[in-house]
């Protein structure tokens, strides 16, 4: 979408007329591999964004920046980085090396999702001096507001990472007013007000009701692209590692109760069998045990759970040698007996019971026996998946092969880790050629017909290579892959080298005028060159210039002088 500064300056500061821009397809639900609870990573991403655009020539520029496709797509890029649904808090993302770098959190405000809120929320972002930012999160959505200045007066810019059926349809959109009015009037239609009586929910149903605002400045730092995109990395690595650390925190809450509710069912069959044993039908109450022995009264709650008191408290003060009192006594030394037993079971397999992990490729639960755990980014997968995961990379020849969460160069998948998943011969086979492949070259001998593997670096180095076979002496160019002569002339591609050689060795001149080499068959050392437009003359025994002519005069007079001080004929 073709934007013009001038046209949204002109309906928002002169009009006063609202505009809504949106790319299609650029919602964080369209990044490959996003996750549910990514707008608050866009958010934060944007506001990081639009303040690295703030010393352009002129906030027109700026705007028309910020409203671009190229900057929507820089802003969702982190969406697709994300993966986990879990959904972190305002001030644990700015905590990220990312934005704690370039973001600066000044004030934040809480409350009931309001018109009257929301202004408020605005006015203080207009009362600052620089541009600034403020986080809404109404949960589980999160979008964020801009305020910056525009000729004299203060912009608001609202990007909202989620598509809006009646807004912005098809991607993420963005909403600029220059009033505080219309800016707060929008944001209530986004986070609409849901208002609950407050003794119909629990207080984490409460929590919906509300909202939070963090005010955020820009700390004037600028970070190069290479620091940007190592910054983005290590930002993601701890905000994924934070939600781990949150999902396992709450699935051990989840655990715990578990085995409380668990333990309480043991100890509830055991009571219910005393209770349907013993029941007396002459009695008023009925409890764990009840006596024909005790008629008009019921023992205590909490008989079947502290039998060593209770039972003698009970039963003592009346006739112990009643048959029922005596059958009760004995089944209740059985409970405590199989109580204590099962307790110990329930130890020791909790002691014995073995650790688990998520496999990060097909997200079920596996024992820690079958994890296969990369270096040094510690990602774990289950064996399945990561030998399914290196048959695929080796059928399409890749190596080396990354991890598949967190693609690090250095978090690569080891040969020991290859051999431990069992793969077939051919594919460890197929692994030992691409790891050679990585790191040499095939090098074929012309001569002997041979090949061998040669260091990649080394053959870099070299302009002359040589068969790396030791019973073969073959040497050639790396260039023109003509063959070297061990102990011959210095090499040169066009022949030249060896040319020379080969002139000194016969004798051969060279013509001094255009370096035409020249052979004497017989007759005189007077030597005329043939090459076209030459016409040099020289002496064939000394290599001097007699005359440059062509006119027979001159050459004749030139010939005769030279000859009076050098033999024109060479004799036997």
């Given at each position: 979408m073709q934007l013009r500064a001038a046209d949204v300056v002109r309906d928002v500061l002169i009009k006063d007329r609202e505009h809504i821009v949106s790319h299609p397809g650029s919602s964080q639900y369209s990044q490959h591999g996003s996750g549910i609870s990514a707008c608050g990573l866009a958010a934060l991403n944007f506001a990081r964004v639009a303040f690295s655009k703030k010393d352009k020539i002129s906030q027109e520029l700026v705007l028309s920046e910020i409203l671009s496709q190229e900057t929507t797509e820089d802003i969702l890029s982190i969406c697709r980085s994300w993966t986990s649904d879990l959904h972190l808090e305002v001030?644990?993302?700015?905590?990220?090396?990312?934005?704690?770098?370039?973001?600066?959190?000044?004030t934040q405000k809480y409350g009931r999702p309001s018109f009257d809120k929301f202004q408020a929320l605005l006015s203080d972002l207009t009362n600052l001096e620089t541009p600034s930012v403020a986080i809404i999160t109404r949960p589980p959505e999160i979008i964020a507001c801009l305020c910056f200045p525009i000729s004299s007066r203060k912009i608001f810019v609202i990007f909202d990472s989620h598509s809006r059926p009646n807004l912005y349809p098809h991607g993420a959109g963005f909403i600029v007013n220059s009033s505080t009015e219309g800016a707060a009037r929008r944001i209530t239609e986004l986070l609409p007000v849901i208002d609950f009586p407050d003794g119909d929910l629990q207080w984490q149903a409460q929590l919906l009701a509300n909202f939070s605002g963090h005010i955020f400045v820009p700390r004037n730092e600028d970070s190069p692209d290479a620091l940007t995109q190592a910054l983005l990395q290590s930002s993601l690595e701890v905000l994924s590692l934070q939600a781990e650390v949150a999902k396992l925190t709450a699935r051990n809450a989840m655990l715990t109760a578990e085995n409380r509710r668990l333990e309480k069912e043991m100890d509830t069959p055991m009571n219910g069998?005393?209770?349907?044993?013993?029941?007396?039908?002459?009695?008023?109450?009925?409890?764990?045990?009840?006596?024909?022995?005790?008629?008009?009264?019921?023992?205590?709650?909490?008989?079947?759970?502290?039998?060593?008191?209770?039972?003698?408290?009970?039963?003592?003060?009346?006739?112990t040698t009643d048959p029922d009192i005596q059958i009760a006594f004995e089944e209740q030394r059985r409970y405590d007996e199989e109580h204590v037993r099962l307790r110990a079971q329930?130890?020791?397999?909790?002691?014995?019971?073995?650790?688990?992990?998520?496999?990060?490729?097909?997200?079920?639960?596996?024992?820690?026996?079958?994890?296969?755990?990369?270096e040094p980014c510690g990602h774990g997968f289950c064996r399945e998946c990561m030998l399914s995961y290196v048959a695929s990379k080796l059928e399409e020849n890749r190596f080396p092969l990354l991890c598949p969460v967190c693609s690090l160069f250095h978090a690569e998948v080891s040969g020991l880790l290859v051999q431990q998943l069992g793969v077939t011969?051919?594919?460890?086979?197929?692994?030992?050629?691409?790891?050679?492949?990585?790191?040499?070259?095939?090098?074929?001998?012309?001569?002997?017909?041979?090949?061998?593997?040669?260091?990649?670096?080394?053959?870099?180095?070299?302009?002359?290579?040589?068969?790396?076979?030791?019973?073969?002496?073959?040497?050639?160019?790396?260039?023109?892959?003509?063959?070297?002569?061990?102990?011959?002339?210095?090499?040169?591609?066009?022949g030249s080298s060896e040319l020379e050689h080969l002139m000194r060795q016969r004798g051969w001149k060279h013509c001094p005028?255009?370096?035409?080499?020249?052979?004497?068959?017989?007759?005189?050392?007077?030597?005329?060159?043939?090459?076209?437009?030459?016409?040099?003359?020289?002496?064939?025994?000394?290599?001097?210039?007699?005359?440059?002519?062509?006119?027979?005069?001159?050459?004749?007079?030139?010939?005769?002088?030279?000859?009076?001080?050098?033999?024109?004929?060479?004799?036997?």
């Amino acid at each position: 979408m073709q934007l013009r500064a001038a046209d949204v300056v002109r309906d928002v500061l002169i009009k006063d007329r609202e505009h809504i821009v949106s790319h299609p397809g650029s919602s964080q639900y369209s990044q490959h591999g996003s996750g549910i609870s990514a707008c608050g990573l866009a958010a934060l991403n944007f506001a990081r964004v639009a303040f690295s655009k703030k010393d352009k020539i002129s906030q027109e520029l700026v705007l028309s920046e910020i409203l671009s496709q190229e900057t929507t797509e820089d802003i969702l890029s982190i969406c697709r980085s994300w993966t986990s649904d879990l959904h972190l808090e305002v001030e644990e993302i700015s905590r990220a090396p990312l934005f704690a770098r370039t973001l600066k959190l000044r004030t934040q405000k809480y409350g009931r999702p309001s018109f009257d809120k929301f202004q408020a929320l605005l006015s203080d972002l207009t009362n600052l001096e620089t541009p600034s930012v403020a986080i809404i999160t109404r949960p589980p959505e999160i979008i964020a507001c801009l305020c910056f200045p525009i000729s004299s007066r203060k912009i608001f810019v609202i990007f909202d990472s989620h598509s809006r059926p009646n807004l912005y349809p098809h991607g993420a959109g963005f909403i600029v007013n220059s009033s505080t009015e219309g800016a707060a009037r929008r944001i209530t239609e986004l986070l609409p007000v849901i208002d609950f009586p407050d003794g119909d929910l629990q207080w984490q149903a409460q929590l919906l009701a509300n909202f939070s605002g963090h005010i955020f400045v820009p700390r004037n730092e600028d970070s190069p692209d290479a620091l940007t995109q190592a910054l983005l990395q290590s930002s993601l690595e701890v905000l994924s590692l934070q939600a781990e650390v949150a999902k396992l925190t709450a699935r051990n809450a989840m655990l715990t109760a578990e085995n409380r509710r668990l333990e309480k069912e043991m100890d509830t069959p055991m009571n219910g069998r005393e209770t349907r044993r013993w029941h007396s039908p002459d009695a008023q109450e009925s409890g764990p045990i009840a006596s024909r022995a005790s008629k008009g009264r019921s023992p205590s709650r909490h008989a079947a759970s502290s039998s060593r008191q209770t039972l003698g408290d009970v039963f003592a003060p009346h006739d112990t040698t009643d048959p029922d009192i005596q059958i009760a006594f004995e089944e209740q030394r059985r409970y405590d007996e199989e109580h204590v037993r099962l307790r110990a079971q329930i130890a020791e397999l909790r002691a014995a019971s073995q650790r688990t992990f998520d496999c990060r490729i097909c997200m079920d639960e596996h024992p820690e026996d079958s994890v296969a755990r990369l270096e040094p980014c510690g990602h774990g997968f289950c064996r399945e998946c990561m030998l399914s995961y290196v048959a695929s990379k080796l059928e399409e020849n890749r190596f080396p092969l990354l991890c598949p969460v967190c693609s690090l160069f250095h978090a690569e998948v080891s040969g020991l880790l290859v051999q431990q998943l069992g793969v077939t011969d051919e594919q460890y086979k197929k692994w030992e050629e691409l790891g050679l492949a990585a790191f040499s070259v095939l090098l074929h001998c012309r001569r002997c017909q041979r090949s061998a593997y040669v260091d990649r670096q080394d053959l870099n180095d070299l302009n002359t290579l040589s068969c790396p076979f030791r019973d073969c002496s073959y040497i050639w160019c790396k260039t023109c892959q003509q063959a070297i002569e061990i102990g011959g002339p210095q090499h040169s591609c066009d022949g030249s080298s060896e040319l020379e050689h080969l002139m000194r060795q016969r004798g051969w001149k060279h013509c001094p005028s255009c370096r035409t080499p020249i052979q004497k068959d017989s007759g005189c050392n007077h030597m005329t060159c043939m090459s076209p437009a030459c016409n040099t003359h020289f002496c064939y025994r000394c290599g001097g210039l007699i005359v440059q002519s062509a006119l027979r005069t001159a050459v004749q007079t030139a010939v005769n002088a030279h000859y009076r001080r050098c033999s024109l004929f060479e004799y036997a």
